[in-house]
């Protein structure tokens, strides 16, 4: 019996002391992983609130992918984008256009939309042929100076359509809700509004041949 106490004893000392040993391993495994995990890079993106969210979040997402990136998105005009990135406060600037490069930023495309008038079939209007059925139409414009309302406003005139504007917003979702309403047609990104088409809250009144969004 003493024997068997004695043996027990010793057993149990060996089994604190191996339950040690691997607590002690664990901790090194434990610090060499936090040594592997390095400290994700931050990439500071401005995008102009013209674009559209499904560009942006194309181009975001595969960023996103790359584990050692870490991404901040912030939405501005282009005049105050083009400012940060002058004084380094964004790394990239994602816009509708072409911008000119310098010393010190590149300019490339990254992809490219067509651009499409929608509206809710609540709306009426004239029963002419596009685009001259939005001549006259209540419109919902872009207020930001982008390079996309820039060429929307070129088409407008290049074929004599003045449409009435009842509005001006910088943010592409909001005009969709607003044109969701029946008050006004838009003239967007076709991405910015194929879930919307798709459920029969806009319907697509035509395409402004010519004109691009892009990325």
């Not at 964004?90 to 490339?108: E, N, R, T, W």
């Amino acid at each position: 019996q003493l024997y068997a106490q004695a043996a027990s004893k010793l057993e149990g000392k060996e089994v604190l002391k191996r339950a040690e040993e691997i607590f002690l391993l664990a901790d090194k495994l434990k610090d060499i992983s936090i040594l592997k995990r390095k400290e994700r890079l931050l990439v500071k993106v401005g995008a102009i609130q013209s674009l559209s969210n499904s560009f942006i979040t194309d181009f975001s997402t595969r960023i996103w992918r790359d584990e050692s990136i870490q991404i901040e998105i912030h939405q501005g005009d282009i005049p105050s984008l083009v400012e940060q990135l002058n004084h380094s406060k964004i790394d990239i600037l994602l816009s509708d256009g072409p911008m000119q490069s310098s010393k010190k930023y590149q300019s490339v495309p990254l992809g490219h939309d067509s651009v499409v008038a929608v509206a809710s079939s609540k709306l009426k209007l004239p029963k002419e042929k596009f685009p001259k059925n939005l001549n006259t139409s209540p419109y919902i414009a872009n207020s930001s100076k982008s390079f996309l309302q820039e060429e929307i406003n070129y088409y407008f005139e290049r074929n004599s359509v003045n449409p009435d504007i009842v509005g001006k917003v910088d943010d592409i979702a909001l005009m969709r809700v607003i044109a969701e309403s029946g008050s006004c047609f838009a003239v967007l990104p076709r991405r910015a509004v194929r879930e919307a088409v798709r459920e029969k809250k806009l319907k697509i009144l035509g395409e402004l041949k010519g004109v691009e969004s892009g990325l």
